[in-house]
């Protein structure tokens, strides 16, 4: 199995009905499987969801199966896009709001669309940023609004960004953290710091966007869907 995410041509010539998911931040959470699958299916308008909970600032969520929970990370780390594409098939990403009824947590489903339905679809790309070379591209990338999402990591460094761009389809840490910090540096922390993972992939046409990030905090995980598209300058 491979990662698909070229819409058809048609897709890529109307505006896409989820553009509202492109490069916001998603708080993960999980649900179960069957869950997941009644609320598709039309039968349920909330998700029972499984600890922990972490509460969306946007109103905006990927809900992954509770089978994958924060697996998701090793997944990501592995390098394993088949299991990512999975999560991607059977997951959902959500327009919602976090409710509590007695002891149960629940989601309140707005609206919602399978990830890999929207990425088919044409989601477009949050920014396109030209790349003159290496080190303006990592200087852009990470002054991005959108992909401030840590207070101690970024989304690309020199060594991941490298990989982004050296292969067809990358699925694997973009960023970690250097082994020394100066002072009041960004990553500087006392704490360990998580490193962001992401999925790329290089289109026809030479360009290369970037599908899927995914950034850890204190146990809270955030995913951007298309946060960038790497174009050549000139």
Request: proline share 7%; charged share 20%; with cysteine.
């Amino acid at each position: 199995m491979h990662l698909v995410a070229h819409p058809s041509k048609a897709a890529a010539n109307a505006p896409s009905p989820h553009e509202h998911f492109s490069g916001v931040p998603l708080s993960v959470v999980f649900a179960s499987g069957e869950a997941i699958s009644a609320v598709l299916r039309g039968h349920a308008e909330t998700l029972p969801l499984s600890p922990p909970y972490h509460v969306s600032d946007e109103d905006a969520y990927l809900v992954l199966p509770e089978d994958i929970g924060s697996e998701i990370v090793d997944i990501l780390r592995d390098g394993d896009a088949d299991l990512l594409a999975e999560a991607l098939r059977d997951g959902l990403l959500v327009i919602g709001t976090i409710e509590r009824e007695s002891r149960a947590v629940l989601l309140v489903v707005e609206s919602f669309v399978v990830p890999a339905k929207a990425l088919a679809d044409g989601l477009p790309y949050a920014e396109t940023v030209a790349l003159a070379n290496l080190e303006s591209g990592l200087a852009a990338l990470n002054a991005l609004d959108h992909v401030q999402i840590t207070v101690c990591s970024a989304l690309v460094d020199e060594e991941g960004l490298t990989e982004v761009l050296s292969n067809a389809d990358y699925v694997g840490p973009s960023w970690q953290a250097p082994e020394r910090l100066a002072p009041g540096a960004r990553g500087a922390s006392n704490a360990a710091v998580e490193p962001t993972f992401v999925w790329s992939r290089r289109q026809r046409d030479g360009r290369v966007g970037i599908e899927l990030a995914l950034f850890s905090e204190y146990e809270e995980l955030v995913v951007l869907l298309r946060p960038a598209l790497l174009a050549p300058a000139g």
